[in-house]
C-alpha cells in the first residue's frame, strides 16, 4: 500500500506527539513492505510566524496533494488576543473547510486498564466504547453573521444548519451504528432552538433509510449527565459541531486522557486526521505530552486511507498491551501512580513501537511456517 501522508504538526506538544505517531507508522511500513510517504508542513501559531499567515497556500496545496493529513494540534497563548480570523486556530478551521471532511469521528474507547485512573468508579466506566460523530463544518464556526461590534458593545454568532448538511452527517452516522451495536442517540436542545428542531426532523427522515438502527434524541444538556452516569448505555452518538467539541473532551473523563483520544475526519476530498486534545501550553517542550492519542489517530489513517484493518489493530493492540505492562505517562498515572512506570512522551512511543514490532515479527513468522 503506497500513501502519501502529509503531517502537519503545529503548536505546543503538536510535533512531540506527532513525531511519535509518525515513528510508528514507519514501523508499520518497514514490516509489512509498504510505502508511507511523509511531507511536514507548517500550520497554526509556527505558520504565523513563519509565514504570516496559519494557513500557508503551500501547506494547503500539499495537503490537497496527499492521501491523508496528520494534524497534530494549533494554538498558543501567545495569539490569545487576536481575532478569531487571525489566530493559529483559524488556519485548522481553513484546512477542515478546504479538504471537506464534514464528519468527525471520535471514539471514545475505555481500555480497561485506565479505568483505575478515571475519577469515575470502575463499574461505570469499564467497557464503555462511545463513537462521537460530530458534524464538523456547519453551525457556529461556520455559520454567517458573525461580529463582535466594538462600537456597539455587541457580538452574535450563527448557528445554522441546512437540511442537506444534517442528512449527510447522519447517514454517516446511521452506517456506522449499523457496523457498531445498532444503537444511535442525536444530541440536540430541541426544546429551545430552531435550528436543533431542523437537526432532530431531519434525523427522523433519515431514521427511516435505517430500519436495524434504533433511534433516541437527548438534549445536550441532559447528555453531559448521562455521559458522566452512564456512559456504557451509548454506541454511535450524532451531534452538531460545538455540542460534539463539548462532549468528546468530556468523554475524556470516561477514558482517562484527554491524551488518549483520536479522531478521523471523512467524507471530504481528503480524509483529516488529528488528536482530540490541544496543543497544551502547560506542559509544552517538556517531554510530558501522552503520544498515544496521537499514535492511535495514526491507526484511523490506516484503517480509513489504506484500508489496512491489521495492521489498525495491530497498533491499537500494542497500545492496549503497553497499558497492560503498566507503562504510563504522567497524565495517565494521575491519582494513582502507585505500580507504574512513567515514561515521557518519546520513551511511550518507543515502548508501542517495541510492543508493536514483536507482535508483528510474530505474526509474520506464524505466516512463514
Ligand atoms: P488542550 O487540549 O491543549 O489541554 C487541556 C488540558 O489537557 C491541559 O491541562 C493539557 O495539559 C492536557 N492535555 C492535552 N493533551 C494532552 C496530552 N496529549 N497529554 C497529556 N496532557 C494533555 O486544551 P486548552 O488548554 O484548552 O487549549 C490550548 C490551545 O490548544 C488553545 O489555543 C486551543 O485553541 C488549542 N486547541 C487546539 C486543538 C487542535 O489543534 N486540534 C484542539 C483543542 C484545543
Ligand atoms: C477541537 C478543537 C478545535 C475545535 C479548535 C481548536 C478550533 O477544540 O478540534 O476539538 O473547536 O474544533
Ligand atoms: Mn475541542
Known amino acids: 500500500m503506497n500513501l502519501k501522508i502529509l503531517v502537519t504538526a503545529g503548536d505546543g506538544i503538536g510535533p512531540e506527539v506527532t513525531?511519535?505517531?509518525?515513528?510508528?507508522?514507519?514501523?508499520?511500513?518497514?514490516?509489512?513492505?509498504?510505502?508511507?510517504?511523509?511531507?511536514?508542513?507548517?500550520?497554526?501559531?509556527?505558520?504565523?510566524?513563519?509565514?504570516?499567515?496559519?494557513?500557508?497556500?503551500?501547506?494547503?496545496a500539499a495537503a490537497l496533494a496527499s492521501d491523508a493529513v496528520l494534524l497534530g494540534a494549533v494554538g498558543g497563548n501567545e495569539f490569545n488576543s487576536l481575532p478569531p480570523d487571525k489566530r493559529p486556530e483559524a488556519g485548522l478551521l481553513k484546512i477542515r473547510a478546504e479538504l471537506g471532511g464534514f464528519a468527525n469521528l471520535r471514539p471514545a474507547f475505555a481500555f480497561r486498564e485506565l479505568a483505575v485512573n478515571s475519577p469515575l468508579r470502575h463499574e461505570?466506566?469499564?467497557?464503555?466504547?462511545?463513537?462521537?460523530?460530530?458534524?464538523?463544518?456547519?453551525?457556529?464556526?461556520?455559520?454567517?453573521?458573525?461580529?463582535?461590534?466594538?462600537?456597539?458593545?455587541?457580538?452574535?454568532?450563527t448557528m445554522r444548519y441546512t437540511r442537506e448538511e444534517v442528512a449527510r452527517v447522519a447517514r454517516v452516522a446511521f452506517d456506522l451504528a449499523c457496523k457498531r451495536r445498532k444503537k444511535l442517540t442525536s444530541v440536540d436542545k430541541a426544546n429551545v432552538l430552531e435550528v436543533s428542531q431542523l437537526w432532530r426532523a431531519t434525523v427522523n427522515?433519515?431514521?427511516?433509510?435505517?430500519?436495524?438502527?434504533?433511534?433516541?434524541?437527548?438534549?445536550?444538556?441532559?447528555?453531559?449527565?448521562?455521559?458522566?452516569?452512564?456512559?456504557?448505555?451509548?454506541?454511535?452518538?450524532?451531534?452538531?459541531?460545538?455540542?460534539?467539541?463539548i462532549l468528546s473532551d468530556e468523554s475524556a473523563v470516561i477514558t482517562g486522557s484527554l491524551g488518549m483520544l483520536p479522531s478521523a475526519t471523512i467524507g471530504g476530498k481528503v480524509n483529516l486526521y488529528e488528536p482530540v486534545h490541544g496543543s497544551a501550553p502547560d506542559i509544552a517542550g517538556k517531554g510530558l505530552a501522552n503520544p498515544l492519542g496521537a499514535i492511535l489517530t495514526g491507526a484511523l489513517i490506516l484503517r480509513h486511507s489504506g484500508g489496512l484493518e491489521a495492521e489498525a489493530a495491530a497498533i491499537e493492540a500494542s497500545v492496549r498491551k503497553v497499558l497492560e505492562q503498566g507503562f504510563r505517562t504522567p497524565d495517565l498515572a494521575r491519582g494513582n501512580a502507585s505500580g507504574f512506570t512513567v515514561l515521557s512522551t518519546k520513551e511511550m512511543g518507543a515502548k508501542v513501537r517495541e510492543t508493536l514490532s514483536e507482535s508483528l515479527s510474530r505474526r509474520g513468522a506464524a505466516q512463514a511456517v
Request: glycine share 10%; aromatic share 10%.
Open 124 to 157: 461505570i466506566v469499564d467497557g464503555a466504547d462511545i463513537l462521537f460523530v460530530r458534524e464538523l463544518l456547519g453551525g457556529l464556526y461556520f455559520g454567517k453573521p458573525r461580529e463582535w461590534n466594538r462600537t456597539a458593545g455587541e457580538a452574535w454568532n
Open 19 to 60: 513525531n511519535e505517531a509518525v515513528a510508528v507508522l514507519k514501523e508499520i511500513a518497514a514490516q509489512g513492505g509498504h510505502d508511507f510517504a511523509f511531507t511536514a508542513k507548517r500550520i497554526g501559531g509556527v505558520a504565523i510566524v513563519a509565514d504570516g499567515t496559519p494557513l500557508p497556500d503551500e501547506t494547503l
Open 205 to 245: 427522515e433519515v431514521a427511516a433509510e435505517f430500519p436495524g438502527v434504533t433511534l433516541e434524541h437527548q438534549y445536550v444538556d441532559a447528555m453531559a449527565m448521562h455521559l458522566m452516569n452512564r456512559p456504557r448505555d451509548f454506541d454511535v452518538v450524532l451531534t452538531e459541531n460545538l455540542f460534539g467539541d
